[in-house]
């Protein structure tokens, strides 16, 4: 899992099976010192309560597509969880 | 498996419904040399480790899944070792 910073909400129109009322996340990836890296992804969000603006935690791949329900979407990211706080040495 | 040690650790209350109660610590990834290379992720712990410590990080859905014994679990990055020596041959 990476550190992302939600910078925006993305609504589609029309989703494959399984995807509908799945809220889509725009999430730019974070290095390890919060700075951004790379380019923004779009994210389902597993936790359904993230918002622009919020520090969260996502999984790509596979491991993704299983915070949902149905688990067999066609989805590469996912936002796990929303962090709180980061303790970094 | 991935060589690189814990530096920080990440606290969470709303999240997927499996990472309730489990420890999120981010581990940078080290090079060949031991030196961090910048790159990081963050894994859930299954030893005991702590910040400073080097370990040992699987980075593979089915097998961590095997650890926390959960088909379902959405989880691929779990720490596994902690590392005493390292000897390099290079």
Redesign the interface.
């Known amino acids: ?3 992302g910073r939600v910078i925006g909400k993305v609504v589609p129109c029309v989703t494959c099976t399984g995807l509908e009322s799945v809220p889509m996340l725009w999430v730019q990836p974070l ?2 010192t919060g700075k951004p890296k790379g380019s923004p992804i779009v994210a389902a969000d ?2 359904r ?2 918002g622009p603006g919020e520090l969260v ?1 996502y ?1 790509g ?4 597509a ?2 949902l329900d149905p ?1 067999f979407v066609p989805v590469d990211h ?1 936002v ?10 | 498996m991935i060589i690189g040690t814990v530096t920080g650790e990440v606290y969470s209350t709303i999240n997927h419904p499996f990472y309730d109660g489990k420890k999120l610590l981010i581990v940078e990834k080290a090079r060949f040399d031991g030196t961090p290379s910048g790159d990081y992720l963050i894994a859930i712990d299954s030893v005991g480790a702590g910040v400073g410590q080097e370990v040992l990080v699987l980075d593979e859905g089915n097998g961590a899944r095997q650890i926390v014994q959960s088909a379902t679990a959405p989880l691929r990055s779990i720490i596994v070792g902690i590392i005493d020596e390292v000897t390099r041959n290079p």
């Open positions: 899992m990476l550190l290095d390890k597993s936790t309560m993230a935690y999984e791949g596979r491991e993704a299983m915070t688990v996912a796990v969880g929303i962090v709180d706080d980061v303790h970094n040495s």
